[in-house]
């Protein structure tokens, strides 16, 4: 089973950027599709963005898009999340997720947990207003 190690999260100021990176083990990156989740404090863990296992299908949640990129880069075993425009809004804990689908069918709105292969411990992210 593949064991996912979220990095990057931090404390950064309402409108600046950061990059958080998810890294692979144990298995080869590309036979998943990937996602990105996030946990505010007192919420539910909410899905955010996926990527297909070759990259070339995307997902994002409306509140996100045209500030969040997700990429992969298999080389690498890693993929990225790039957000950008960041709004006290976005503070929470990211979690990445490997999804046995290739396409990336299960990273939706309306995830099933269970249906995802292995998540990573979370890094926090907390932007100020």
């Known amino acids: 089973q593949v064991q996912l190690v979220e990095s990057g999260g931090g404390l950064v100021q309402a409108g600046g950027s950061l990059r958080l990176s998810c890294a692979a083990s144990g298995r080869t990156l590309s036979t998943y599709a990937m996602g990105w989740f996030r946990q505010a404090p007192g919420k539910e863990r909410e899905f955010v963005v996926g990527?297909?296992?070759?990259?070339?299908?995307?997902v994002h949640t409306d509140s996100v898009k045209g500030r969040f990129t997700v990429s992969r880069d298999n080389a690498k075993n890693t993929v990225y999340l790039q957000m950008n425009s960041l709004k006290p809004e976005d503070t929470a804990v990211y979690y990445c997720?490997?999804?046995?689908?290739?396409?990336?069918?299960?990273?939706?709105?309306?995830?099933?947990?269970?249906?995802?292969?292995?998540w990573g411990q979370g890094t926090l992210v907390t932007v100020s207003s």
């Open positions: 997720a490997a999804d046995p689908n290739r396409l990336g069918l299960n990273l939706r709105r309306d995830y099933d947990p269970n249906a995802l292969d292995a």
């Open positions: 990527i297909s296992w070759n990259g070339l299908r995307t």
